[in-house]
């Protein structure tokens, strides 16, 4: 089963045991009433911080009625932002334990903490920091005498009401009003149902009738034996309430979809007639088109069962569609990938990209590795290096907590890989490397110090870091040690071992593994400079630098995938090479790999690199587009405080992922950034297999954070990755295209709002979607407001007081005086963030 937990693990004793921890700790104060408040601070005015540094400070009280002593405790906490090691403040110390991991410990002078007391600590975050989700997370104490031990402590976090930049004209960091959301929100109206768009993403061409077929009862589903789990789908799709009998007939089939060459295109023909016929070019196009289907069909509980007389003929745009979930970062349980893989499903996403592994988690079991599932799979406090991951993210002390520890069971992964090969999605299970991979570095070398120990001969058989390695390094996570070294044999070793075991799972579950993603990312700067291992294994083949080093690296590690008939995937960097021009880094296609079949996962589009997948694809490889400013759903969608996510690449809101166009990246840059820029080729067309939105998980511990940052943008993701190119995207005429492109945004956002995520509510697929903010505007003496998808239910007060599922509907202008507050509510009543607005 998923998430589990060894055995042999012991859960960390209560607060209520401390007295047995001995008389030193039993005099103390119990942490569990030691109260811990982050506070993110406004720069003060005529104060000059460094470029991007924001002012915090932590408050600690003592509630309990023991002393917390000068001395003999350190009390730990995470966050995914840098804090200044060695900062000072009332006595306290901040030191940095690894990667994300600080503590606070008491330096010389502090004098303890008497019952009733509190303290600050005051420092500023190297970077800008007003985010809740990116503030220091999971603190808990552990006191000297009782070294094994960490308790939670009562932790809060007060926000900044509003951003470091309201009144920045330009800034993305700028506060968002329900002003600005209202005039955003203002380029879409409100459509009857009669023209809302029936299908999404939107087929390739759809033809309507003049009638309608009545749905009087379950369809009689005719299909071969080969299409056993389209009929199952088929069948699901009809309301019990139906009667078994009287229904129209329901038709399956493998054919041919005339004009279509794409295995996955279907047509769907609704004739009040004769029924319903779905043929596909494959199994997979006959599942699209009941997805399609699925669309059509009346809204649980509807008065009129019917549907329109139609014909579709559809297929994809790009053959690969994709969604990444990082699992490593924080745990997911099965249950909830299982549900994923039904969305990507019902939204026709094919590829499901599985981040398996990173510096902070190992969560697939390897046959004979048990260490990196004992080790690799856990994180929690322990005072003895090798036992486990240190916390991260949040996950405090406790070894059972279920996002910083777990793992899938070899069981696990086998159903994993059927239920998506069933749905026609294929599993690309990514193994991290050479940086990113800490957590079986860890693993690896706890497995050669036991077994050294016990005199084993074999015991570096598998050993990733060279132990004499004196590399000077930081990771893009703070991390030292978290890198795979090249410059061992046993790394090789290691990669062979994991790579036969994941193909041998494939086989098993009966879906072949085509592609493993073998990582590539961020490798830091500075590792292997300063590891003999390395050293000499540069000599030995003729390697001058670590470039070259990089390159003998991939060219092992391609050879043991295709040893087991797979080919390469990776991040960008594998096809990329780090070189320098006038001075400054840069990077440029690396022709070593043109000719090994590699895909680029291309997710790097920041400034001065905007067109590095272009440049890929022109030079010969084939890439995925992932990138960052448009599709990484772990952004924040907006600068406000209240908003869920990070934002070091962007800020994303639903626009934001609907607007992408694969072909030409920069199409709503300015001129001069354009300047100089690569376009793509036809060539390079060709080289492009899709694209793909990424959810990295540092700031999502739990079902419900994945749902409010995946949907509704996976909705706008398999737009761009079905459809062809809209035409507001490749007409010239500016004034034209914004027409166009208010029509069609108009159409795609009614959708949402009257019926795609209705149907979510109302089908029980439990699914905590974002429900954004409403936007409001006085206009005279009354209030306008409206909601970005036109269809929402949006409740107001008047009288101050926060609106409820049974506050009055907003059914036009609200005429009332006050303070007016206003939410949209989805068909179950659950409530998305309030706006206000003074109406005087």
Known sequence: MAAILLAALVALPAPTVLAAQGAAVASVANPARLELRWEMQRQPAGLQLPQGGSPARFTLTNKDNAPLPASGWSLYLSGIDRMPAGAQSNGLVLEEVAGSLFRLRPGPDFKGLAPGQTLEFAYRHRDSVFMPSRSPAGPYLVYDAAPDMGVPLPYTVTPLKEPPQRGKVGSPHSAVTPEDTYWRNARAELLPASKVPPVLPTPLALQTGAGRLVLAGRPVIKASATLANETALAGSLFPSSLPAGGGPALRLSVGTVEGQDSPEAYRLTIDARSGIDIVGNSAAGVAHGLQSLRD??????????????????????????????????????????????????????????????????????????????????????????????????????????????????????????????????????????????RAAVQAMESRYHRLKSAGSRDAARYLLNDLEDRSDYLSAQYFKDNVINPGLESSYTFIEHVVREMAALHREAGVPLKTIHMGGDELANGAWEKSPASEAWKRKHGLESSADLWD??????????????????????????????????????????????????????????????????????????????????????????????????????????????????????????????????????????????????????????????????????????????????????????????????????????????????????????????????????????????????????????????????????????????????????????VAAIESP
């Not at 069933?422 to 990113?436: C, D, F, L, N, Y």
């Not at 300015?670 to 036809?682: E, H, I, M, Q």
């Not at 949402?752 to 206009?779: E, F, H, M, T, W």
């Open 552 to 833: 003998y690296f991939y060219e092992r590690v391609d050879a043991i995938v295709r040893k087991h008939g797979m080919f390469t995937s990776g991040w960008e960097e594998l096809a990329a090479r780090k070189t320098r021009l006038d001075g400054a880094s840069k990077l440029i296609p690396n022709p070593r790999f043109t000719r090994n079949g590699f895909t680029a996962y291309v997710w790097n589009n920041t400034v001065g690199l905007e067109d590095l997948a272009y440049r890929l694809a022109n030079s010969g490889y084939d890439i995925v587009l992932t990138p960052v400013t448009r599709m990484y759903f772990d952004m924040a969608h907006n600068a406000n405080p209240e908003e869920h996510g990070v934002n070091w690449g962007a800020y994303v809101e639903l626009d934001t992922v609907y607007d992408f166009i694969p072909f030409d990246i920069m199409k709503d840059a300015p001129d001069a950034a354009r300047a100089g820029k690569d376009r793509l080729t036809d060539y390079g067309k060709r080289r492009v297999r899709g694209i793909q939105a990424n959810l990295f998980a540092e700031t999502a511990r739990d079902p419900a954070r994945l749902d409010y940052l995946v949907m509704p943008r996976m909705v706008a993701l398999a737009e761009r990755a079905w459809a062809a190119d809209p035409a507001w995207a490749t007409t010239l005429d500016q004034n034209k295209a914004a027409v166009l492109h208010r029509d069609d945004w108009t159409g795609f956002v009614n959708a949402l709002g009257q019926r795609v995520l209705p149907r979510l509510d109302l089908d029980g697929s439990n699914v905590a979607y974002r429900i954004a903010p409403p936007g409001l505007v006085l206009d005279g003496g009354r209030v306008l407001a409206n909601h970005v998808l036109p269809g929402m239910v949006l409740r107001y007060t008047s009288d101050g007081s926060e609106p409820t599922a049974a506050s009055s509907v907003v059914s036009g202008p609200i005429l009332e005086r006050g303070m007016i507050r206003v939410a949209a509510f989805d068909r179950q009543g659950r409530r998305g963030p």
């Open 296 to 437: 059509l069909m009346p809204l649980p509980g509807a008065a009129d069962p019917s549907l329109p007389e139609l014909t579709i003929v559809d297929a994809p745009r790009f053959g690969y569609r994709g969604f990444m979930l990082d699992v490593a970062r924080n745990f997911q349980s099965k249950e909830t990938v299982l549900k994923w893989l039904d969305l990507m499903a019902r939204f026709k996403l094919n590829k499901f990209h599985f981040h398996l592994t990173d510096d902070e988690g190992w969560r697939i079991e390897i046959a004979g590795l048990p260490e990196l599932t004992t080790i690799g799979a856990v994180r929690g406090h322990s005072a003895k290096p090798g036992v486990r991951l240190q916390p991260a993210y949040g996950s405090g002390p406790d070894p059972r907590d279920p996002a910083g520890s777990g793992y899938y069971s070899r069981a696990d992964y086998l159903e994993i890989l059927r239920y998506a090969a069933a749905r026609h999605i294929e599993v690309i299970p990514e193994i991290e490397m050479p940086g990113h991979a």
